[in-house]
């Protein structure tokens, strides 16, 4: 939502300003792939998948599917911050907390980035298994919760905490069906039925 408001109060509230931002996410997605790609060593390849990303997007079509093509540039960067941490033989606390942190800003388009966060989170604690898993691990979720905990900030201190944590964290649980409440306007205390 935060992109969207953001790209409509620059270019205003239209069909093209959201295509618009499609477009470069897309674009910035196949970038992020390209270059993950060549820093692995495999430059020709690399030209192929940053190439043909734009084209195998258009399956989703932007309609049913346009949280995707906003989300990808997050996942992608992501993945490739945690192959960067990957080659190195001790962990690179910066290139985890880089990864924590993008996919901590793919959460904030949408929630189910959660389970990429745990296959990233699985991996880094396979790879770095004998080299401080543990501190591994923290170093990584605080920078996936650094973005949630920026949003919500903004939102506590222009006074509407309450609305987005019932908004966002659950409306998410109820669409999964877990049916919970609030208990007072915090958004702190909530009641599971």
């Given at each position: 939502?935060?992109?969207?408001?953001?790209?409509?109060?620059?270019?205003?509230?239209?069909?093209?300003?959201?295509?618009?931002?499609?477009?470069?996410?897309?674009?910035?997605?196949?970038?992020?792939?390209?270059?993950?790609?060549?820093?692995?060593?495999?430059?020709?390849?690399?030209?192929?998948?940053?190439?043909?990303?734009?084209?195998?997007?258009?399956?989703?079509?932007?309609?049913?599917?346009?949280?995707?093509?906003?989300?990808?540039?997050f996942i992608i960067s992501a993945f490739s911050a945690?192959?960067?941490?990957?080659?190195?033989?001790?962990?690179?606390?910066?290139?985890?907390?880089?990864?924590?942190?993008?996919?901590?800003?793919?959460?904030?388009?949408?929630?189910?980035?959660?389970?990429?966060?745990?296959?990233?989170?699985?991996?880094?604690?396979?790879?770095?298994?004998?080299?401080?898993?543990?501190?591994?691990?923290?170093?990584?979720?605080?920078?996936?919760?650094?973005?949630?905990?920026?949003?919500?900030?903004?939102?506590?201190?222009?006074?509407?905490?309450?609305?987005?944590?019932?908004?966002?964290?659950?409306?998410?649980?109820?669409?999964?069906?877990?049916?919970?409440?609030?208990?007072?306007?915090?958004?702190?205390?909530?009641?599971?039925?």
């Amino acid at each position: 939502f935060g992109l969207f408001a953001a790209s409509q109060a620059v270019f205003g509230a239209s069909l093209g300003t959201i295509k618009g931002l499609e477009i470069v996410c897309t674009i910035w997605a196949a970038l992020a792939l390209q270059r993950a790609m060549e820093r692995a060593g495999a430059y020709g390849v690399s030209l192929w998948a940053g190439g043909l990303f734009p084209l195998l997007s258009l399956a989703q079509a932007g309609t049913d599917s346009a949280n995707a093509l906003l989300l990808s540039p997050f996942i992608i960067s992501a993945f490739s911050a945690m192959s960067d941490a990957a080659t190195r033989d001790r962990p690179p606390w910066k290139q985890l907390f880089l990864a924590g942190r993008w996919i901590g800003l793919a959460g904030m388009v949408k929630q189910t980035a959660a389970f990429e966060a745990v296959g990233l989170a699985g991996f880094m604690l396979w790879r770095f298994r004998h080299e401080k898993p543990l501190q591994t691990l923290l170093i990584f979720v605080a920078g996936a919760l650094l973005p949630a905990l920026l949003f919500g900030a903004c939102f506590a201190a222009m006074g509407h905490f309450g609305d987005a944590f019932g908004a966002v964290v659950l409306g998410a649980f109820n669409r999964g069906g877990l049916k919970i409440s609030l208990m007072d306007d915090s958004g702190l205390f909530w009641i599971v039925h």
